[in-house]
């Protein structure tokens, strides 16, 4: 269980725009469902970039 209590983070992931990489993408899409089962866990609204 995640403590209430952490602060949110924020996390870039940049590379070339004409690279495709199959570990780069699994790692965001891992990092994006790991970053939402924490939001909704700790009930912590949705950001939106800006």
């Known amino acids: ?8 983070v924020t996390l870039a ?4 725009q004409d690279v495709h990489s199959p570990a780069v993408a699994a790692f965001v899409r891992t990092a994006t ?11 912590v609204p949705r950001r939106t970039a800006t």
Request: glycine share 0%.
């Open 33 to 43: 469902a790991v970053a939402e089962a924490a939001r909704v866990e700790t009930e």
């Open 13 to 16: 992931v940049v590379w070339p």
């Open 1 to 8: 269980m995640l403590a209430a209590a952490r602060a949110p």
